[in-house]
């Protein structure tokens, strides 16, 4: 009698056990099937895991380049943005005081004067745009302004200026003191750095420099032309009308030039701007063939899964029969 409760139990035990079994084989396979993953790496990969490690750490590669292109390519867009208007105030103001130099009034002149300073601060404005907390003009001093503002320039301009007795002469200190090195522009009126922004890491062992400066000679001329026509609003060459015609005049042709040269600027933006995208088009082309590897590797099939988990499932009902069964047997039953 003993033996037998005993040989009842190691059943029971065995029953038990193999219930386990065969619920953690159902719960895998559910998951599996709800996921598309393989539940046990280990085994389905016979503990080689080294491919897996490369697939995922070239995608976390790709990923942070990916991170890099996109602030690549908003940078940029940032940058075109800026000068879009940059662009737009020099051609403006350069076919006005073109115009008005060669048939404008003294009223109209003093409209064009005082319109020239508030279109001196919107370039400058332009110039000191931030992204992402960044100055987008400034060489690798990304904290701070590029520029002076249209003030503090206008004051040491007057000063360096003086009193010319021509246009000429205005023209010429004006000059000086934007292109001199080291001279009233470069010391006072630029306030970033001479070093280029370092260039962006745009995919794995390419680069992309985004480093216009406002200290370019473009926008130097832009802001020459609109600068000494400010002045004139201030008093430079007052009461002097052929010499302020000559520097409106002047300051006209130079904006429309420096209009071109703006896009001539902005063309080398957009062409790194085309790059940005080609590398992200190739970055993406490889991370979905990283993801196939990945998949390949990890990845359940699912009608595989299913099938498993149409056995177990009937494994399962058979012990849940079965255990009914023999938990309703009895002496009397098996003496019958």
């Known amino acids: 009698m003993l033996t037998s409760n005993l040989g009842d139990m190691a059943r029971i035990l065995m029953m038990s056990q193999q219930t386990t079994r065969v619920k953690t084989q159902l719960s895998a396979l559910t998951a599996e099937l709800s996921s598309g993953r393989k539940s046990d790496l280990q085994g389905h990969l016979k503990g080689v895991f080294a491919p897996l490690a490369g697939v995922e750490h070239s995608l976390k590669l790709i990923d942070s380049y ?187 042709g130079r904006l429309v030039n420096a209009a071109d040269d703006v896009i001539a600027v902005q063309a080398g933006i957009g062409y790194s701007e085309e790059r940005i995208v080609m590398t992200q088009q190739r970055s993406d082309t490889q991370a979905v063939a990283y993801e196939l590897a990945k998949n390949a590797l990890v990845e359940a099939d699912p009608y595989d899964t299913a099938t498993k988990l149409q056995q177990v499932e009937s494994q399962l009902e058979t012990i849940f029969t079965l255990t009914a069964r023999l938990s309703t047997l009895s002496l009397a039953k098996v003496l019958r």
Do not use: C, H
Request: no cysteine; aromatic share 6%.
């Open 66 to 252: 990916s991170a890099a292109n996109r602030e690549a390519a908003q940078f940029a867009e940032a940058q075109q943005l800026a000068l879009d208007n940059v662009q737009a105030v020099a051609s403006t103001a350069g076919a006005d005081f073109l115009n008005v130099a060669s048939t404008g009034e003294a009223t109209q002149r003093a409209a064009t004067y005082a319109r020239a300073e508030d279109q001196l601060e919107q370039v400058v404005a332009r110039l000191n745009t931030q992204f992402a907390g960044r100055t987008l003009f400034g060489g690798v001093a990304t904290t701070a302004p590029a520029l002076a503002d249209a003030a503090t320039l206008l004051a040491d301009l007057s000063a360096a200026v003086g009193t010319p007795a021509t246009g000429a002469a205005a023209l010429a200190a004006v000059d000086a003191w934007f292109d001199t090195p080291g001279g009233g522009f470069e010391t006072l009126g630029y306030l970033g750095s001479t070093t280029d922004l370092a260039p962006f890491a745009i995919g794995e062992g390419e680069t992309e420099s985004l480093s216009t400066r406002a200290d370019a000679a473009p926008f130097r001329e832009v802001l020459k032309g609109l600068a000494i026509t400010a002045l004139m609003g201030k008093g430079l060459l007052s009461g002097n009308t052929a010499a302020q015609k000559q520097i409106l005049n002047d300051a006209g």
